[in-house]
């Protein structure tokens, strides 16, 4: 995959040399170029930005430098990937559509991706106004905070989607097992994880681990990632596809409702839902051990 990154601070992207990601760069499997943004103005300063129209705070990024910035990049990657090859453009914002496991598996199947940080207040609107209607443009968000500039939603957003890119993860580990991602486990969180050795400081590894037992050891894995999951984020589990809640995750998930209600009489149900929803969640594989 060919990653180009065009910011006023290519220097942030170090981090990609690093680990993981520099082993995909190593090994060619990860393409990246880095582009500084001033290098397409053209006054003395190197002037990126202007006030905004209508008035108010900071400053907006000037739709001309973003324009011949982008026109290049795509010139310059077609001129390794051929004549008909365009990127998908990518430009973080606090007001873009969710970046999820989803959208990163998206975009691991894409040969070529321009990313497009802002600073100050972010891009005139009119660039990705008009890449959008030569190319795919995706405005997204990493999440419900506001960040000084978009490199570090860059630096997120590579690195959720080079780790999927086939043989940068090992065998060993699948990427089908992870949070979020679809499958049996999917809108679970993962449970606790343990290693050597067995007794630390006085806390145990939870027995089961050490039985040996295959299909209990799933059970509980799946169990304590119920919990976790109904715990900390209550409204995936409302939004679990009942055909893949079986009638021991069931239990589970009036266990934790009965103690939710001892601990915190006043606190709604977890789910957000009231208790008839819950008996939406029926039937599903019984192919777990209980
Ligand atoms: C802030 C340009 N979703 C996280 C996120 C993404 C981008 C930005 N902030 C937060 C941002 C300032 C300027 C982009």
Do not use: C
């Not at 290519?10 to 290098?39: C, N, T, W």
């Not at 940080?117 to 005139?124: F, Q, S, T």
């Amino acid at each position: 995959m060919r990653v180009d990154i065009i910011s006023i601070f290519p220097e942030y992207f170090a981090p990609l040399d690093v680990s993981l990601m520099g082993k995909a760069r190593e090994r060619g499997i990860l393409d990246i170029h880095l582009h500084q943004l001033r290098d397409w103005t053209h006054d003395v300063h190197k002037t990126v930005d202007d006030t905004p129209y209508g008035g108010g705070p900071g400053m907006v990024m000037k739709p001309e430098v973003w324009g011949e910035a982008v026109d290049a990049v795509i010139e310059g990657g077609r001129a390794a990937r051929g004549a008909d090859a365009l990127p998908r453009l990518v430009v973080p914002t606090p007001s873009g559509r969710p970046f999820t496991q989803e959208v990163a598996l998206e975009y691991a199947e894409e040969p070529w991706l321009l990313f497009a940080p802002a600073r100050y207040e972010g891009i005139d609107s009119r660039v990705v106004a008009e890449y959008g209607e030569r190319l795919r443009a995706d405005e997204v968000s990493i999440g419900d905070y506001v960040l000084a500039g978009g490199e570090a939603a860059v630096l997120v957003m590579v690195e959720a989607v080079g780790r999927l890119l086939p043989g940068v993860l090992g065998n060993a580990r699948s990427v089908a097992d992870d949070s979020f991602a679809p499958g049996a486990m999917a809108n679970l969180l993962e449970g606790p994880v343990y290693t050597k050795p067995p007794v630390w400081r006085g806390h145990e590894v939870p027995e089961v681990l050490l039985s040996g037992h295959h299909g209990r050891i799933a059970r509980w894995r799946r169990d304590e990632a119920l919990r976790r999951t109904l715990d900390r984020r209550p409204e995936l589990v409302a939004r679990l596809d009942r055909d893949g809640l079986d009638k021991h995750d069931r239990r589970v998930i009036e266990e934790f409702e009965e103690r939710v209600d001892e601990r915190r009489p006043a606190a709604a149900s977890p789910t957000g839902f009231p208790p008839e929803v819950h008996s939406a969640f029926r039937a599903g594989p019984e192919d777990m051990a209980d």
